[in-house]
Each structure stands twice: as structure tokens, then as C-alpha cells.
T-cell receptor
Framework: DAGITQSPRHKVTETGTPVTLRCHQTENHRYMYWYRQDPGHGLRLIHYSYGVKDTDKGEVSDGYSVSRSKTEDFLLTLESATSSQTSVYFC???????????FGPGTRLLVL | KQEVTQIPAALSVPEGENLVLNCSFTDSAIYNLQWFRQDPGKGLTSLLLIQSSQREQTSGRLNASLDKSSGRSTLYIAASQPGDSATYLCAGNRGGGADGLTFGKGTHLIIQP
């Protein structure tokens, strides 16, 4: 357990609305990640962060933005949700000077 | 671009058997190879991390190996139990910095009691 929580755990929203998912960690690790998991695609990296206000794009970043104003929180925003963004979203952290990534419990998002 | 492939996609075996799950990757620059377990509707649990300098890691009944020259990793599960039923995922990256993981699509494992 790496002290990672995600909120909300489940969300239903409508196409065109903005949505923000939160990842919170209690151990002040530098590196944080957002992935999405879809049948047939596996997990894919959306964005990552290597410190407060330091973020970069991953493989599937279109339509998503992130912010990290505090070490413990990494926010993922869907600027205008689309049905193709229906997915399970996982946050992960990597402890400093270690390579293992630890994952949160996930957020199930349904965009109608 | 790194691609990770897992074979087989699904596997069903009787309890007590030893089994091997396979993972292949295209980028020989891979440095870290991590194996995860995912139960239905749940998050990912890290099982083992192998760094290229290590070649092999063991935890209980699990043993994972990494062969960069052939682009392969294997996860060996000894004396399988029904509680081992889950989806097993492998993922790799080049290590260092903030490098994210590239995942395979997983092997869905069922251990029959």
C-alpha cells in the first residue's frame, strides 16, 4: 500500500462536460502518473509529473490536461468529455530512488 | 516505440501445476520490467520488478526473469493455487527520470480447484 487514493471512484457524466479526477498520495513522492485502461488496449500513459508544476504528456494525452500545485495531489481534467473517454483511470506513484510503480484503486468514468 | 506482447492471452490450468507466463518487448533499451497482478474490478498489485542488471527476481512462489538480448521476460508460478486466478500484466520502461510504463494486454489466468 503506497497511500494512494483516487476520487471519485465512480462517475457518470454527459458528453461535453468538464470532469476532474483527483489522485492523492500521503508519502510526498516526486513522481506521479495517470493511465487509462480499456479493453483491447491495456493500460496507456496519459500524463505524468516529476514535481510540483512539472508535468509532461504521455502516449494518449489529447483531450486531457493535468495540474500539480501540491506534491500530494495530481489532478486529471477532461476538458470536454467524450464517449471515447469512457474508461477506468488509474493513478500511480514511483518512490524516489526506486523504479517500482504503485497504483491507486482506479476511477470508473462513464461518459454518456 | 516500445511494444509489449503477452502470450497466451488466457490460460486455464488445474491447481498444483507449475506454469509460465510470457512477455516480449521490442525495445532493447528497456531497463525495468515490472509484473503486476490485477483482480477483476480492482487496481494493480506490483509483484516483481526486474532491472536489467538483475536478470531475475523471486518472491515466494513467483520467479521472474529478464533476457534483454531476446526481448523476453517470463513469470514462473510454482504450485499454482485457485487464489492465483487473476490477470497478470507485464510492463517496461527505460528507467530513470519520470519514464512511464508501457504495458502488455495481460494474461487472464484461471486455476481450477
Amino acid at each position: 500500500d503506497a497511500g494512494i487514493t483516487q476520487s471519485p471512484r465512480h462517475k457518470v457524466t454527459e458528453t461535453g462536460t468538464p470532469v476532474t479526477l483527483r489522485c492523492h498520495q500521503t508519502e510526498n513522492h516526486r513522481y506521479m502518473y495517470w493511465y487509462r485502461q480499456d479493453p483491447g488496449h491495456g493500460l496507456r500513459l496519459i500524463h505524468y509529473s516529476y514535481g510540483v508544476k512539472d508535468t509532461d504528456k504521455g502516449e494518449v494525452s489529447d483531450g486531457y490536461s493535468v495540474s500539480r500545485s501540491k506534491t500530494e495531489d495530481f489532478l486529471l481534467t477532461l476538458e470536454s468529455a467524450t464517449s471515447s473517454q469512457t474508461s477506468v483511470y488509474f493513478c500511480a506513484i514511483r518512490r524516489d530512488r526506486q523504479e517500482t510503480q504503485y497504483f491507486g484503486p482506479g476511477t470508473r468514468l462513464l461518459v454518456l | 516505440k516500445q511494444e509489449v506482447t503477452q502470450i497466451p492471452a488466457a490460460l486455464s490450468v488445474p491447481e498444483g501445476e507449475n506454469l509460465v507466463l510470457n512477455c516480449s518487448f521490442t525495445d532493447s533499451a528497456i531497463y525495468n520490467l515490472q509484473w503486476f497482478r490485477q483482480d477483476p474490478g480492482k487496481g494493480l498489485t506490483s509483484l516483481l520488478l526486474i532491472q536489467s542488471s538483475q536478470r531475475e527476481q523471486t518472491s515466494g512462489r513467483l520467479n521472474a526473469s529478464l533476457d534483454k538480448s531476446s526481448g523476453r521476460s517470463t513469470l514462473y508460478i510454482a504450485a499454482s493455487q485457485p487464489g492465483d486466478s487473476a490477470t497478470y500484466l507485464c510492463a517496461g520502461n527505460r528507467g530513470g527520470g519520470a519514464d512511464g510504463l508501457t504495458f502488455g494486454k495481460g494474461t487472464h489466468l484461471i486455476i481450477q480447484p
